[in-house]
């Protein structure tokens, strides 16, 4: 319905699915300072859950665009993307399929910055080196390929640290692409959150990018 312009009203379109994920997400952010179990980085600010994420656990490229599209429209702040775009964890611009989805979540992005709100996204989990000479077939070039949305222009993109503050060992990382880096925990010592009924621990850089969207939801 997001291209049309009509609501879907099927539950599949709204329904809680069974991940985790956004709700950690979510606790990472905003977890109420009750002295029960974990508090977010900005407790209490208020928080909206739109749902791009299927029950497949992908993220398509419409609905990545809808979704910040119509959270710029309903005057966010801030969104948060813990997800990359499917069908590819890493975008390869050369192809003109690619190319067009690359296309289409920049002009979300554009549009979503126009009206004042700040996008933040994690850097995916690949390890990969996302450096836009990498992709230019410069020496010791990485991937070929971009994260989307964390690898769009003036969207905050973010890698992930354990304890030790050194790069986890999953993170992607690029110059020119990451912003900033914030805790996403390694094995064993994971980031511990919300999930529905209590509470887990979780590692990624989509634990990294709540921790950046917290501390700029206290500034905002």
């Known amino acids: 319905g997001c291209l049309t312009g009509a609501p879907d009203r099927a539950p599949a379109a709204w329904a809680p699915t069974t991940s985790v994920h956004g709700t950690h997400v979510a606790g990472i952010i905003a977890a109420?300072?009750?002295g029960r179990g974990v508090t977010g980085v900005a407790p209490g600010v208020r928080v909206a859950s739109v749902k791009v994420i299927d029950d497949r656990g992908y993220a398509d490229p419409e609905a990545a665009v809808c979704g910040l599209m119509w959270a710029a429209s309903?005057?966010?702040?801030?969104?948060?993307?813990s997800f990359f775009v499917n069908p590819w964890t890493?975008?390869?611009?050369?192809g003109n399929d690619r190319g067009v989805v690359h296309e289409a979540l920049a002009r979300a992005v554009e549009y979503s910055t126009s009206a004042g709100t700040l996008n933040v996204a994690a850097a995916t989990n690949e390890a990969v080196d996302l450096t836009p000479s990498a992709r230019s077939g410069s020496p010791g070039a990485g991937s070929g390929c971009e994260a989307l949305p964390a690898g769009l222009r003036d969207v905050v993109a973010v890698s992930a640290v354990g304890s030790d503050r050194v790069k986890a060992g999953y993170s992607s990382y690029g110059l020119g692409v990451?912003?900033?880096?914030?805790?996403?925990?390694?094995?064993?010592?994971?980031v511990l959150s919300t999930v529905p009924g209590g509470y887990a621990p979780l590692c990624g850089t989509s634990m990294a990018a709540p921790h950046v969207t917290g501390v700029l939801a206290l500034l905002a």
């Open 90 to 94: 890493l975008s390869c611009i050369r």
């Open 178 to 190: 990451i912003d900033v880096t914030a805790p996403g925990g390694e094995m064993g010592e994971c």
């Open 32 to 34: 109420a300072d009750d």
């Open 74 to 81: 309903r005057h966010m702040r801030l969104t948060n993307s």
